[in-house]
Nanobody
Framework: QVHVGESGGGLVQVGGSLRLSCAAS????????MAWYRQAPGKQRELVAG????????NYADFVKGRFTISRGNAKNTVYLQMNSLKPEDTAVYYC?????????WGQGTQVTVSS
């Protein structure tokens, strides 16, 4: 069993920055991929960025390229999402997930609100 927890959300003005953190605990040995998703009110959950836990490969949604950066921490089970140049349309609940042997584990989410 894997447990995932996020932190770092909050209220920020347009053009500001936030850094989200995600940590997985429990049976983390076989986690090979972690990602950030987001879900705005009335919209489907969408992938923001993902990274392999060895840090060799990352992928981004087009709408965040050049603004957001995903990285892994020194511990294999931690990932960060640095969000710069935030826009009102980035407002959403941001979820972290971890993939372990084909199974997906989700965190509870952290709210990011960008005010204009």
């Amino acid at each position: 069993q894997v447990h995932v927890g996020e932190s770092g959300g909050g209220l920020v003005q347009v053009g500001g920055s936030l850094r989200l953190s995600c940590a997985a605990s429990g049976s983390i040995f076989s986690i090979n991929y972690m990602a950030w998703y987001r879900q705005a009110p009335g919209k489907q959950r969408e992938l923001v960025a993902g990274i392999t836990t060895d840090g060799t490969s990352a992928n981004y949604a087009d709408f965040v390229k050049g603004r957001f950066t995903i990285s892994r921490g020194n511990a294999k089970n931690t990932v960060y999402l640095q969000m710069n140049s935030l826009k009102p349309e980035d407002t959403a609940v941001y979820y972290c997930n971890a993939v372990e042997l084909g199974r997906l584990y989700w965190g509870q989410g952290t709210q990011v609100t960008v005010s204009s």
